[in-house]
């Protein structure tokens, strides 16, 4: 009889190891590492989300001041040193326009209430390579300076002049007209360092829009100009056909057009007589220049506008009266004006007549007028056509 056991035997079965799990610990680190890289990213889209809905809001808001202010660029020059304070940190903005042989500053403004106006204390200032406006403006060049104190050689004395206001870094970008660099639009920062690829971009988007309104008020400017051209041309035509015989009320009505639209506040028309010169027309004299002029006819020489006019039969532009050594017209005083331009009457190249036009203050009919030639002395002789 075969022995039984009381327990049947089994072939053991082949263990499995368990995997390893991680401790909680470090899932727990990577689960806050990838949630602090997430917050991260999260935070920088909002920045980048904000900023660019601070830019597009700037660029609508003076786009808005545009429309508004077709034809005074002022309010949008404003607007742009203003939008510019919101979206450079410690900064001070400024526009700056070529005037002559100056810089003048159209528009600053300074994230310190002192600083603005310090900076405006700094111009006009000569369009020059000594001065970082003057350098963009003539070279027609982007200048970028991150470090005033480590300018570069060509930039040195600017720089120094620059380091004058208080800042360490600038930029300036140009507002362009074609080819042709109408001002320039310049943030300064106390603090050295370069603006972002975004920052220089937005800047020269209000660089363009600058120059938009510029645009605007030149051309609305252009078309009221031509508008008030055309009407005085028409009116002057209706006199004459009204007033044929009646030579006096068509000058009186000529000069009085001209005047008004070269914003004179005096204005005379005058004919050479012999060796003489007799005012046949005027607008606006006071009634004792007016009678002055009446009983003293003005000698035909370098004296007065009107000599030089017909010896020169050309545009004379006098800025000043009392700056002109040459000028002695002894009814000046009596006449209160300052600067005057003659306008030559010609008839096939001689000089029939003459319009003067006066302004009773220092302000030039024409900006960057060319420099005139020595006049004629009061002893030289009336040309032949003056006769």
Known sequence: MRHRGTVNW????????????????????????ENARLLNELRQRTDDLSESLQQQTATAEILTVISNSLGDTQPVFQAIVQSGLKLFANAGIVIALPDGDL????????SEPAGAEAMRRRFPFPLTREYMNG?????????????????????????????????????????MRGDVAIGALSVSRRLPGPLSGTQLALLKTFADQAVIAIENTRLLNEL??????????????????????????????LVESAARLCEADQGVIGRPKGATFYFEASYGLSPEFAKFIATHPSRIDGSS????????????????????????????????????LGVPMLRDGAPIGVITLARNSVRCF???????????????????SAS
Not at 139 to 168: C, K, Q, W
């Open 10 to 33: 089994k072939p053991g079965k082949k263990q499995r190891r368990k995997p390893t799990r991680p401790k909680r610990s470090d899932a727990l680190n990577a689960a806050r590492f």
């Open 366 to 384: 024409f900006k960057n007028f060319p420099r005139l030639p020595r006049p004629l002395r009061a002893n030289t002789a009336a040309p032949a």
């Open 103 to 110: 810089v003048r500053a159209a528009a600053a403004a300074d």
């Open 135 to 175: 350098i963009a403006i003539l070279d027609r060049r982007v200048v970028d300076i991150s470090d005033a104190e480590n300018a570069p050689s060509d930039l040195a004395t600017g720089a120094r002049n620059f380091l004058a206001s208080g800042y360490r870094a600038i930029t300036i970008v140009l507002m």
């Open 224 to 253: 009221r100009e031509t508008l008030q051209q055309q009407t005085a041309t028409a009116d002057v035509l209706k006199i004459i056909s009204r007033s044929t015989f009646d030579l006096k009320t068509v000058l009186n009505t």
């Open 305 to 340: 506008v009107s000599g030089r006019v017909l010896f020169e039969r050309r545009i004379v532009h006098v800025p000043d009266v009392l700056a002109d050594p040459e000028y002695t017209y002894e009814g000046r005083t009596i006449g209160g004006f300052r600067t005057l």
